[in-house]
């Protein structure tokens, strides 16, 4: 099974930041990387789709970029509403699976 | 546009069978994409369990396979999730989605979830 692994697991930000949260595949995944946003008691909500692409409707401060193992979720100055627990998900393999997340806190 | 909504008994026993519904509303469960379950145990991480496509093919969590079953129903529009000899491990917020894989959505995503329904397994 593929595993993916996220970094760091937590973060503390202010609005306005730059923010940058990692995303590595167990192996090769070529592009397929989607990334989701969770807010407490909510389901998740698909930001970035084949790595980089950004889902109808998400803000542009959003972007997603790498291909092969790494990838990265960037939002470009913090919100109040993105603080919230992301996920990367790879649909390489029909097993799929999440990272752990990253809890992007307020600071 | 496409809505979907769980539904299900909130406690399960432990031993027992775990069954829960997803309502497709807004659009048709035969389209070409898979309906798949996902689950998160209370302040943890998510877990793909598996998936249903319109013909009733499947595809697992391996480490589920053993004790799960899904079915698609076309003519109510939905699907459901059967998950047997549950245990405390079993106990988290069940997510139904689907995943995208026709061209008129973003694919291999899962682009659309319902709210989850909460599933405790306790005696």
């Known amino acids: 099974d593929i595993q993916m692994t996220q970094s760091p697991s937590s973060l503390s930000a202010s609005v306005g930041d730059r923010v940058t949260i990692t995303c590595r595949a167990s192996?090769?995944?070529?592009?397929?990387l989607n990334w989701y946003q969770q807010k407490p008691g909510r389901a998740p909500k698909l930001l970035i789709y084949a790595a980089s692409s950004l889902q109808s409707g998400v803000p542009s401060r959003f972007s997603g970029s790498g291909s092969g193992t790494d990838f990265t979720l960037t939002i470009s100055s913090l919100q109040p509403e993105d603080f919230a627990i992301y996920y990367c998900?790879?649909?390489?393999?029909?097993?799929?699976?999440f990272g752990q997340g990253t809890k992007l806190e307020i600071k | 546009q496409v809505q979907l909504q769980e539904s299900g008994p909130g406690l399960v026993k432990p031993s027992g069978t775990l069954s829960l519904t997803c309502a497709v509303s807004g659009g048709s469960i035969s389209s070409s994409n898979w309906w798949s379950w996902v689950r998160q145990p209370p302040g943890k991480g998510l877990e793909w369990i598996g998936e249903i496509y319109r013909s009733g093919s499947t595809n697992y969590n391996p480490s589920l396979k053993s004790r799960l079953t899904m079915s698609v129903d076309e003519s109510e529009n939905q699907f459901s999730l059967n998950l047997r000899s549950v245990t405390a491990a079993d106990t988290a917020v069940y997510y139904c989605?689907?995943?995208?894989?026709?061209?008129?959505?973003?694919?291999?995503?899962?682009?659309?979830w319902g709210h989850g329904t909460m599933v405790t397994v306790s005696s």
């Open positions: 989605g689907r995943r995208c894989t026709s061209t008129t959505c973003p694919t291999y995503t899962f682009d659309i």
């Open positions: 192996q090769s995944i070529s592009t397929y």
């Open positions: 998900q790879q649909s390489y393999s029909n097993r799929y699976s």
